[in-house]
């Protein structure tokens, strides 16, 4: 049993990747692996607050923001299979990280 988990900073590519890469799996591959669930984890939300003036000015400040998104599904691999050999050909765009 694997666990695939997508991570990124923008959401819209995130869901396109899993999507196309979880239909890949479901389409092609269907006889060699069960795709169990499609589960979106919470998004991580981190604030900084920095002084727009280093000596004066302690009120004025200016305020960012990133946000992480991070979905996963599981694969049940059901014969023996090498399970990387499929994923070596898959193309993931930039700014989306995957980690097995």
Do not use: W
């Not at 727009?52 to 946000?67: A, I």
């Amino acid at each position: 049993k694997l666990r695939i988990t997508f991570k990124s900073f923008e959401k819209e590519p995130l869901e396109i990747c899993f999507n196309e890469f979880r239909n890949l799996l479901l389409q092609n591959f269907q006889t060699k692996y069960q795709v169990i669930g499609a589960v979106s984890l919470p998004t991580k939300i981190k604030k900084f607050c920095v002084l727009r003036s280093p000596h004066v000015d302690k009120d004025s400040r200016e305020q960012y923001e990133y946000r992480l998104y991070k979905k996963f599904f599981d694969i049940q691999i059901k014969q023996d299979y090498t399970f990387l050999d499929d994923l070596l050909g898959v193309e993931i765009p930039s700014g989306i990280s995957i980690s097995i």
